[in-house]
């Protein structure tokens, strides 16, 4: 009964505290622990546990598929090379780093030892950074970067910390541990690339949405276990397979598929990100009072070291962070020159497809032109989201750490050398980068000036988009051979109707557009949307009335309540795009 209050109580906090914390201008998470920080002040309370075999083997893969699906695949492609320096190269150097620093101030800590608590401490975490990134209003490429590198740093930081505990045990040399690593990377690609097609393949038959999703809920697992059992790193498996479910949805899964799965993975990511953040905080107690007694090394020293290897992370990541924006900016000053080569060959490619007369060759050509397209595009976006020394600024000190660095120290071996120092080392530097870092981000943009991405911009390439979706429809409304399923040719009538509520949607966006660059609001489509929202008030209180004096059957009266509901909720996403 006290753990069932406990969780009902959990619940309760979570829900308040997501609800106040735009309010107060402070990210969720930071407030959360800052909550459990205080709880496990009160003398009595219960103390809060969580195994690290259930973060990481339970909580992690569902945490990382839930990100990865809502990560654009094109951006992660196009800031792959930034990606992996940050998730690969910096993880790495991080964890050398601190290892030497403690071994060289720990006496009886070994070197390998020493390099497992900095690969523990080295990975940011996906929730704090991707919910700070998106509340501050990052731009673009920043909010990619951090998004990427927290999905994958944490397959490089336990895959490094796995040989780390090795050497602990065994002499094992660099070459081994990168060996190790490339087979862990290529496996755990495959296995989450198969398990994406598979489970991609399996949900696209179902025409129940309750189904598909269910199903989506077992995709981490499905993903994690067997990469974990050939020996390859289960969280990177996971964000494959999670990145090409999200890629896929929009071409196999049905629009209801996609709003039900969309709203369930977010339930689950918000009860369980924020109650881990929660439970982090709440351990503050308990971790001080199992290295409080140590000889060697007192308290305070453990804070101290903690502080220490916090700045030292901050320094490190500055270090990498630079030559990562260096390389976008150096790519960027070339954008041109390469778009004009781009130009020349497309000319070509399109005279070669004149010139023949075999369809596979023709075919071949076609897609050799969309590829050329492709990587202009990517020109193009390079060139519009260019980055600078404020976004290195804002990157370095954005790199937050989270629970699994937490659970990660936990499973350090029960016989390592200053092991209760170590994870109190280790809950310090996440404590201090999520109330530290995170709280004075806002006061770190507001600073550099870091600008996030342009709203009117956006609403008008949004109206640029749906315009070419309303040209491609229109040329699918005109098409001669155009017949309906029963062979009935179409009403006349009845394609000018639907061509016009295509050109609805355009037009409206075009309006939004033009109140994000503060015209008037009140145009046609704003003054539609404001009577539909009157008429679906009276409509309701109407079926209320009706409900009440039971003139009608519940059956007819839910489908009507049914019928409204989809109505407003198609609304209340209009207004969510303005």
Do not use: C
Request: no cysteine.
């Amino acid at each position: 009964m006290e753990y069932a209050l406990l969780i009902i109580v959990g619940i309760l906090v979570l829900v308040a505290t997501a609800a106040f914390s735009k309010r107060l201008g402070v990210a969720t998470p930071i407030l959360l622990v800052v909550i459990g920080i205080v709880y496990s002040l009160i003398p009595g309370a219960p103390h809060l546990e969580l195994k690290p075999e259930i973060v990481l083997d339970v909580l992690l893969p569902l945490l990382l598929y839930a990100a990865a699906v809502q990560v654009p695949l094109v951006d992660f492609r196009r800031n792959l090379g930034g990606i992996t320096m940050l998730s690969v190269v910096l993880v790495v150097v991080s964890a050398v780093v601190i290892g030497l620093v403690l071994f060289a101030l720990l006496p009886q800590l070994n070197l390998a030892a020493a390099i497992a608590l900095g690969a523990v401490v080295s990975p940011t975490d996906a929730v704090a950074a991707t919910a700070v990134a998106k509340r501050l209003g990052l731009p673009a490429r920043d909010v990619t970067l951090l998004e990427g590198e927290s999905l994958v740093n944490d397959a490089t930081a336990l895959v490094l910390l796995k040989s780390a505990i090795a050497a602990t045990a065994a002499s094992v040399s660099v070459w081994s541990v990168a060996g190790d690593f490339a087979r862990s990377v290529i496996v755990a690609v495959l296995v989450g690339l198969v398990v994406g097609f598979i489970t991609v393949w399996v949900r696209s038959k179902f025409s129940e949405p309750v189904l598909d999703t269910v199903v989506s809920f077992v995709v981490p697992f499905l993903a994690f276990i067997p990469a974990e059992a050939l020996g390859a790193s289960g969280a990177l498996s996971v964000v494959v397979a999670g990145l090409y479910s999200g890629h896929q949805a929009a071409r196999k899964f049905t629009a209801r598929a996609r709003i039900s799965e969309q709203l369930n993975w977010r339930v689950i990511a918000f009860v369980i990100e924020n109650g881990v953040f929660l439970i982090m905080g709440g351990q503050l107690m308990g971790l001080v009072g199992s290295a409080v007694n140590h000889p060697e090394i007192g308290l305070a020293e453990t804070f101290a070291l903690g502080l220490l290897v916090m700045v030292l992370l901050l320094i490190v990541r500055g270090v990498i962070v630079t030559p990562v924006l260096l390389r976008i900016r150096r790519a960027a000053r070339r954008a041109d020159d390469s778009r004009e080569y781009l130009s020349v060959v497309r000319d070509r490619v399109r005279e070669l497809t004149r010139r023949h007369h075999d369809e596979r060759a023709k075919e071949r050509m076609r897609r050799t032109e969309h590829n050329i397209d492709r990587r202009d595009a990517d020109l193009v976006d390079l060139q519009k989201n260019q980055v600078g020394w404020r976004d290195g600024v804002v990157l370095t000190w954005a790199g937050m750490r989270g629970v699994v660095t937490l659970a990660a120290a936990q499973s350090l071996p029960q016989h390592t050398p200053y092991r209760e120092q170590l994870i109190l080392i280790a809950f310090v530097v996440a404590i201090l980068s999520l109330v530290l870092q995170g709280g004075t981000l806002p006061w770190i943009i507001r600073i550099t000036g870091v600008l996030g991405s342009d709203a009117a911009a956006d609403a008008r390439e949004l109206a640029s988009l749906l315009d070419e979706l309303a040209e491609a429809a229109d040329e699918a409304l005109e098409d001669p051979k155009l017949d309906l399923e029963n062979g009935a040719e179409p009403d006349p009538e009845v394609i000018e109707r639907l061509r016009k509520d295509i050109e609805v949607m355009a037009e409206s966006t075009w309006e939004r557009a033009a109140l994000h660059e503060g015209k008037a609001a009140t145009g046609p489509h704003a003054q539609y949307g404001m009577l539909l929202q009157l008429a679906l008030d009276a409509e309701r209180a109407a079926l209320l009335e009706a409900r009440s004096k039971g003139t009608y059957s519940s059956r007819v009266l839910g489908r009507a309540q049914s019928l409204l509901d989809q109505e407003e909720a198609r609304l209340e996403r209009r207004a969510d795009t303005e």
